[in-house]
């Protein structure tokens, strides 16, 4: 498999260099050169297989070439291991025909783990194999970096970084962190915001000459890698409700637009999705292109769903390449538009074609909150507010009562308590028991000032295990 930029002008890539690229050298993202497509009766015949070994069917193409594949079946017997329940991804039933798909069983409880847990053992596979080591830097409001460090702190030839901003992240977040001890793990609050971190983060891998030749590798959903493992589970929800004999609605929690970009990706496969709904949060960005037309970006608000507080969404570029037929020059120029204008429209007919597909909503915290106490007096489930957030879009977009819909429940609540409280619900979650004795665990975390060159320095520092590059 090859994959390609989505602005046309960098080279194309096999899937093992895509792993360990981050954005491509023409500022696009990468993208496979030919989905692979299966029939219905090669996707029937998935039905009731264990989720790794579904895994392997649905991305085996995307790996060809780069990964045999009894190395590529054994990595996803281990990643998909070491989540918390045996169905991997079980549905749960809130009513008639509508369900969530709990994707929170896995290490830090939220559906990040999906793809971080892949995407390291991917990543020190093929380091090992080339007898290289790689330096990840990432900066984190919450959910990814604590994914990101448990992918990760297994791996031989991976140190890791991440930047969090001090005393600004919750106390189970900041735990979920700095509790995994490991001398290749190094966490670090920033004298600053998120912000400061990210943008520190940017100028690292735009002058790479701190790590003295060590390769600089993304952790963000640009990596085409985590979007990827994302495709897997609607094939898996979509089998368990007789798909794909019958089409299947989803509704998706959305921020960043991979997750429910993988949906779509799932659909041009050739599974049988009929709607899919995109639920935002107040940071509205796509609601407003889906229901007007107008990409436009706004001012950050911080709503009770924090891990969709974003102000762009940096793989609508993605699904933006295929609705201008591929087009890269037409994508570049797009973009181009983006950053001097902070906003743009698209003809009349691509934007048609999306919306053919994509329905959207956008959700305030008190509608987050009156779903997570409706849902918990309707069938005692306790939704975290991300997952609200869908459950309620699926409702009011809703196009067919008959097809099944399914709300990717995105974070269990326990991460959230702050809305499970707003809502009324005096029920305060329980942690999961491998995460009961968090509170009581040592922490690791070095304190460093808002400046690049510090950071840096501290990278270099320690970029080898703990020792220096
Ligand atoms: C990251 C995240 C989202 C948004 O997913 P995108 O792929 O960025 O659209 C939604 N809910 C939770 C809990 C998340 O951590």
Redesign the pocket.
């Known amino acids: 498999m090859r994959y390609i930029s989505t602005r046309g002008q960098a080279p194309a890539l096999n899937f093992e260099d895509v792993l360990l690229a981050g954005l491509a050298s023409d500022g696009g993202l990468y993208v496979p050169e030919n989905l692979p497509r299966f029939t219905q009766e090669e996707i029937a015949s998935w039905a009731g297989l264990p989720y790794h070994e579904l895994a392997f069917k649905v991305m085996r193409p995307f790996v060809t070439g780069s990964i045999p594949d009894a190395d590529f079946k054994k990595i996803l017997e281990d990643t998909y291991g070491v989540f918390a329940h045996n169905a991997v991804a079980p549905l749960r039933q809130l009513n008639g025909n509508e369900w969530v798909l709990e994707l929170f069983h896995g290490p830090t409880l939220?559906?990040?783990d999906f793809a971080l847990q892949l995407l390291g053992r991917l990543l020190d596979y093929v380091l090992a194999k080339r007898n290289e080591r790689v330096v990840i830097m990432g900066a984190t409001s919450?959910?990814?970096g604590s994914a990101a460090i448990e992918g990760c702190k297994a791996c031989e030839n991976v140190d890791i970084f991440i930047m969090h901003p001090h005393n600004r992240v919750s106390e189970v977040q900041r735990r979920q962190m700095t509790t995994i001890l490991g001398d290749n793990i190094h966490n670090i609050a920033i004298e600053g915001n998120f912000d400061d971190c990210q943008e520190m983060v940017k100028a690292s891998f735009a002058d790479q000459g701190f790590l003295k030749g060590t390769r600089l590798v993304a952790v963000n959903?640009i990596n085409w890698a985590r979007i990827m493992a994302?495709i897997v589970y609607y094939f898996h929800a979509a089998l368990q409700l007789g798909g794909p004999a019958r089409s299947i609605a989803f509704s998706?929690?959305?921020?960043?637009?991979?997750?429910?970009?993988a949906g779509y990706l799932a659909r041009n496969m050739g599974l049988p999705i009929s709607q899919l709904i995109v639920a935002t949060n107040r940071n509205d960005i796509l609601h407003r292109f889906m229901s007007g037309n107008q990409y436009v970006k706004d001012t950050l608000h911080p709503t009770l769903?924090p891990?969709?507080d974003?102000m762009v969404?940096s793989?609508f570029e993605r699904l933006l390449f295929d609705l201008h037929g591929r087009n890269g020059a037409a994508i570049a120029g797009l973009m181009d538009t983006f950053k001097q204008g902070g906003g743009f429209s698209v003809e009349q007919d691509r934007w048609s074609e999306a919306r053919k597909l994509f329905d959207s909503l956008a959700v305030d915290d008190e509608q987050t909150c009156a779903t997570i106490a409706q849902v918990y007096q309707e069938c005692g489930e306790l939704l975290?507010p991300?997952t609200a957030i869908g459950v309620h879009a699926a409702r009011e977009c809703r196009r067919s009562l008959s097809t099944p819909m399914v709300v990717l429940g995105?974070?269990h609540p326990v991460?959230f308590p702050e809305a499970v409280e707003k809502a009324g619900i005096a029920a305060v979650p329980a942690l999961p028991a491998h995460l009961s004795d968090l509170f009581e665990r040592p922490e690791r975390c070095t304190v460093l000032a808002n400046d690049l060159k510090t950071v840096q320095g501290f990278v270099a520092q320690h970029g080898n295990r703990g020792k220096p590059l």
């Open positions: 939220a559906f990040k919450g959910d990814t959903s994302q998706v929690p959305t921020g960043n637009f991979g997750d429910i970009f769903s891990s969709m974003i969404s793989n975290d991300h995105t974070a991460k």
